[in-house]
Structures are given as C-alpha cells and as structure tokens.
C-alpha cells in the first residue's frame, strides 16, 4: 500500500501543474475511493508492488481504469474498471503458471455447477442492485473441453422484460474455481416504460405478417464441395421490431459514417472477392496466366484504368488473381492502384483505387475510389438522383442481368451526417430475384454514390452462376409463418433505440441517450431461416437446425459409468439418441468418433456427425490415429486396440513403440499382442484402463460404458 500512496503522492505533484486545484482535489478524491472501493469489494491485498491508472469519461461519466502488478509474479495481475459512483465496470484477474500440457484436453477440477454459484456470488458482493436485476441465460449447449473456463452470461430484466443491451459476462477458472473476469454493461438513468397497455401477441404477429414477414429467399451453403443453394423462408428486414404498445414498425438502425472517411477503406474498400478468395500461389498464378483462356495482367489494367477513368498518375501496386469462392470454375483479377508523388492529403487521406475483373470474360465484378474527404463540399444530387447514377452504371455494365434485380431497403442505414436531406453519399442494394424469391446471400449489386460529385465510388456485382432449385410445391407464407410463430416466436423486449431519439437531426454522439422502447421481436437462440419445402427450422448452412444441448441418456442410471458418461456429454463427447446403451459392444467407428470429441473438439470434428463416416476416418488417419489397413467402422473393439488408439492420440506411440523395456503385471499379459505390450503398459500407468482382479483381458470387447470410462480417465491424466 505504502507504493500505491507513494505513487498517488508523485502523480499529485505533476498534474497539479496541469489542472486547476479545486479540479485535480475532486479527481484525487475520486480515484481514492475508486481504489478503496475495487480493494474491499475484490479482496486486492496488498501485496502487489506496482500500481498504476488511467481516467476517461464516457456517456457523461468518469471511469478509472486501475492495474495492480507483481513484478515477482507470485501474485498475477489484477485490472479493474470503475466509475465515480463506485460501480465496477469490468475485473480481470490473470495469475496462470505456463504449462505445457495445456494443449491437451482436459476435464476441470470444478463443476459447472459449483462454478455458476461462485459467479452468482461475486455478482451479489459487488454489486447487489444489478444482481436482483439480471437473470442468467441458461445454456444447455456442450462446452468446449479445451477451454479452461466456464462462461455465464446474465441479462438484465425490467418489469419482467428482458433488456439485451444491459448484461453481465463473468468467467471462472475451471481449475482453481476463482472468478477470472468480470464486465458489466449497464445503465442507471435508463427510463423504462411499464408493460401496461400493450397490444395482444396475436395482433403482433398480424402486423409482422403484413408489414415485415417472411419472404422465400436463395440462400447459398458453402463447403468442401462447393457452394450450393437452397430455398427458404426468412427475415429481410434487420433492426426492425413492433411498437407493443402502438403497434407501429420502428427502425432502430445505427448511423455509420462515409466510407472514405478519413482516408480509411470503408467497408467496401476491399471487394467481396478479395475478402473471401484464397490467392493462388506465385507458381499457381503464373500456370493460370500462361492459359491461352485468361486475360494478361495488362489487358485487366487497361480495362481498369478506363472503366475508372484513371490517368498515368496512378501506379499499380499490386494484382493477384484468385479463384472464385462462388462459381468456382471463374478466376478474378484484383488489380490495385496509388496515386503516385501523393502519400496522403491534408486530411490524412490516402488516393487509391482498385478493381475485380474476370479473368476470362474481362467483366468488372467490383470496383472501388477514394475522394479526398471535404466536410464543406455541397450536396448536389438528392437520393433520386444518385439511384440513377446507380442504376444508369448497372444497365451500362451487365444489361442482361439488369433485368433479374430489384432495388432492396431491407438493410439500409443512414449515414453521417445525419441532416438526412444531405447526406455525402447513398448506397444502394440491388437484390436478384429468381421466380418470386430473394436472394439473400449477396447476389446482385451494391453500389455506394458520393451525392457532392455525383460519382459512383463504390462498386460491386455478385452472381451464383449454378442452377438454382424451382419454387414448385414450396409450403405457403402463411404456413411458414405460422412455423415461424409456434417453434420460434416474438416476445416483447426493451430495446435502446438511438435512431429515433429526441434529437433525430442530429448523430447520436458517445453523449446520447437512447430512447428505451418496448417491443415485440423476434425471440433469439434458433435461426429464423424455414426450409421452402419441408418446413424445417434450418441452420447458417442449410442444413435441419439441432439444438446444441449436451445428450441426456434415458438407460444410464446405476450404471458404473453413468457418472463419466454424464460428465463427457456436458462436453459433447456422446452418441446420438436418447440410449447410449453402456453394456452394448461399441463398434469402431462410433469408439473413434468419441475418441476424436475428446482430443480436438475444434471446428474440424464439430463439423463431424457419428454418421460422417468418411470425414471421421480421413480426419483419423490424418492425424496418425489409425492406419488405412486398420479401418473397420462396424466391428467391436477390443481393449487392447482401444489403448492403441488413445495412446496414438496422446502421441506417445513413439515411446510404446519401443520393445523389451516394459513390465507388465497383468496375469493374462501372455495375451496381450507384442506390438502393444508399450500401449497396454502407458494405458495403464496412465490410470486410462484398472485391471480387473489382476487381469486386463486385452482381448474382450469394450462396451460404450467402458468405452466412456476410459476415455473419462484420460481427459483426467494430470
């Protein structure tokens, strides 16, 4: 402490220089009870021999940003964001020794359970009022096995009503039980109105019919095997909810600024293409430009430079060709140019401009300019005007698919400055349209016109050029909304609306306050999206949506591995269905599948099903786990080979490899293959398999129950 007193006592001899006395008392006051106040709620000992803050204000209010330090690192390190009136903001606590298995999956020494209590907790101690305010969002979804904490998320509820722009995050260490970090968004002078006087849900949902709904889209599915579309029933409209009380459609879009503000890219600085295509490598680009089928380099900057209108001052940086992530048959040309003896303007403001073009029909795909950025320059073209810039460049560049777009609001938002009647640029979405259904996958055009020049600045054309599936005896809108409804649902909320404050000539600052506005909406947690013809609530993929909840076995009880097989499906390590069957032989593939849950359960295995049989096995053998002549989906495994293929996993098959230095004390140890005597031994020095009476019967088939006891034991090697 007497370092902490010692550095405030500095810190107060230089900014009184800077800020008037009666200033630099009130803030040397606060920050004394900033430090008081963090130390008591947070048990900070005083054993941390550095210390240091930061002050900044934000929404009309102070905070102190107050770091505790131990540079003998015995202690770890300890951030804590607090404001004037005492509240804590957010609590960081980082104390971790470096150990080297932390990227082996392993099980936490604390429950989720035990874990969620000590959040509750923590949140009661140091601030009780948001306590009695929030409600924690149960998650039934498995947790990731490599991660070493637990997270609760708690959102806060007014009048019974949940408000999702105010909530709690806190996280726990899996290991030590300790609370790891803290935030809390929250805001006191928040007006909320009562819940009285609302219209009937049944009328809400009449209005979202009529005046939102659902509309039958193209959505286009990625993967390994290409890109793939498929019909839907969804949302367009985003931001977007009922009034509950007047019943009125409100738009609660934020503004964004201009794209080229200060000499930034924007959002459509880059094209689509540049952002989601891998660049072919030097020896791949110089095979494809040697193709009598693709355009050179020079031909794709002359194409640029006059679609542009560019001149000799602008060089070319760079150009990379790169494969289409849609049609992938199609190869783009990026081709980007500076302007040269011109690093910035005045404004910090960079001159560049760049181009997509197709590399065999020479069409621009996208196009992006930069203009020096002028706060004073004068609006010339109104909205009208500047849509037909617009659609006067997309009829003179792709005449033909012209035809099959429609201008789209669904997503459009104001930009600064606000005084909507003279914004400094407009963009437009044109949405292709097939019989009567949307694309909403980025098909069509974007087109962004600077409103003081007239010039269209941005560019951009995106085109699924595969058949897409008919509209034929898709289910109605009124059935798809009638889904809609009953499996998903609106429900009221509190929403903060800074679109339509009291103010609404004006952009809403860091200083605004919102508008609190109760609603009905859209209920969050599954995917609005429909299948056109089955009716089935769809995942972001495409495919039949499956709640992420952890596996809740119906023939598990009394069983000897009910517990482990409990614990494992908390993390996803399970078997499909409401059985798992514990004393029922389990077969290669579905040992394996279990196995690959618990060594890596990345993207790469979360992305595989028990019924993935190929990508299982290509994933395995891969990674070394089994061997091509070893493959055998459908028969029983038996123990010794279980303990081969985790001891694989483990990447010891090196050390068992190794012949004549193991002592093994099983009585039946004469059974035991040769080549696995170093398995069975690791396996069992390990504590991954327990002999039976002196026995470790090598041969017998493992049941699933055994199966998950031993994959158990091994997420606890320590």
Request: aromatic share 12%; proline share 3%.
């Amino acid at each position: 402490m007497k370092k902490i007193l010692t550095f405030l006592i500095t810190a107060t001899i230089i900014i009184t220089t800077l800020l008037p006395v009666q200033g630099f008392a009130l803030q040397n006051k606060e920050l004394e009870n900033a430090i008081n106040t963090a130390k008591t709620a947070l048990d900070i000992g005083d054993g941390y021999d550095d210390f240091s803050y930061n002050m900044y204000k934000s929404n009309n209010e102070t905070r102190y940003n107050l770091s505790w330090r131990d540079t003998k690192n015995k202690l770890g390190n300890i951030d804590v964001t607090i404001n004037t009136n005492g509240r804590i903001v957010s609590y960081y606590s980082y104390n971790k020794e470096y150990d080297d298995s932390s990227n082996r999956s392993k099980l936490p020494k604390v429950s989720k359970a035990d874990a969620l209590k000590t959040s509750n907790a923590f949140i009661q101690k140091i601030d009780s009022s948001i306590y009695n305010k929030i409600k924690y969002e149960e998650n039934d979804e498995a947790i990731n096995i490599n991660s070493s904490n637990y997270y609760f998320n708690y959102v806060r509820f007014e009048n019974g009503i949940p408000f999702y722009n105010n909530y709690v995050n806190v996280s726990i260490d899996g290991n030590t039980g300790k609370v790891e970090s803290f935030y809390c968004e929250w805001a006191d002078d928040y007006v909320f109105p009562d819940a009285s006087g609302i219209i009937a849900l049944s009328k809400a949902q009449q209005i979202y019919k009529d005046k939102l709904g659902l509309k039958l889209l193209y959505k286009i599915s990625h993967d390994d095997s290409g890109s793939k579309p498929y019909l839907s029933y969804g949302p367009v409209y985003s931001n977007r909810s009922i009034d509950a009380k007047t019943g009125e459609v409100i738009d609660t879009s934020r503004y964004y600024g201009p794209m080229y503000d200060k000499g930034g890219m924007g959002a459509s600085g880059n094209s689509e293409s540049a952002q989601k295509e891998a660049a072919l490598t030097p020896e791949e680009k110089k095979a494809v430009e040697n193709s009598a089928d693709f355009l050179s380099e020079s031909k794709v900057e002359e194409i640029a430079r006059k679609t542009l209108n560019l001149d000799s001052t602008y060089n070319v940086e760079s150009a990379n060709l790169y494969n289409d992530y849609m049609n992938k048959s199609d190869y783009i040309w990026n081709i980007y140019f500076r302007k040269e003896n011109q690093t910035s303007t005045a404004n910090g403001e960079y001159i560049y401009a760049s181009a997509s073009i197709d590399a065999k029909t020479g069409e621009i795909t996208s196009f992006y300019r930069s203009l020096p950025y002028d706060s004073n320059a004068a609006v010339k073209y109104n909205k009208e005007q500047a849509l037909k810039i617009a659609q006067d460049l997309i009829n003179s560049l792709q005449p033909e698919r012209s035809k099959y777009v429609k201008y789209t609001d669904f997503n459009n938002s104001d930009v600064r400055p606000l005084n909507a009647e003279q914004p400094k640029e407009h963009s437009f979405t044109f949405t292709r349209v097939s019989d009567g259904a949307y694309f909403l996958d980025n098909n069509g055009f974007n087109v962004t016109v600077d409103t003081t020049q007239g010039i269209v600045l941005n560019y951009n054309l995106s085109w699924y050029k595969g058949e897409l599936p008919k509209p034929n005896n898709v289910i109605t809108s009124d059935k798809a909304h009638e889904i809609l409804f009953s499996t998903i649902g609106l429900q009221t909320q509190y929403i903060a609306d800074y679109a339509n404050t009291a103010n609404s000539k004006s952009s809403p600052d860091s200083n605004t306050k919102p508008v609190i506005r109760l609603v009905y909406s859209i209920k969050s947690g599954k995917p609005a999206s429909i299948d056109a013809f089955t009716g089935k609530i769809l995942d972001y993929s495409g495919k039949p949506y499956v709640e992420k909840a952890a596996a809740n076995y119906s023939d598990i009880k009394g069983n000897k591995a009910e517990s482990a097989i409990k614990i494992l499906s908390q993390y996803g390590i399970s078997l499909p269905g409401t059985e798992f069957k514990p004393d029922t032989a389990i077969i290669q593939k579905d040992f394996l599948y279990l196995l690959a849950k618990s060594i890596n359960p990345s993207y790469m295995v979360n992305d595989i099903t028990s019924d993935d049989e190929d990508k299982l096995y290509n994933y395995l053998i891969n990674f070394k786990i089994i061997n091509e002549n070893e493959k055998s989906p459908k028969s029983s495994v038996a123990k010794q080979d279980a303990l081969k293929f985790i001891i694989r996993a483990l990447k010891y098959d090196h050390i068992a490899d190794i012949k004549g230095i193991y002592s093994l004390p099983f009585l039946d140890k004469d059974k035991i293959n040769p080549d696995l005597y170093g398995y069975a031994a690791i396996g069992y020095g390990l504590n991954i398999v327990k002999d039976d009476n002196g026995y470790l019967k090598p041969t017998e088939n493992i049941t699933r129950g055994d199966a998950a006891l031993m994959l158990y034991n091994l997420l606890n090697i320590d």
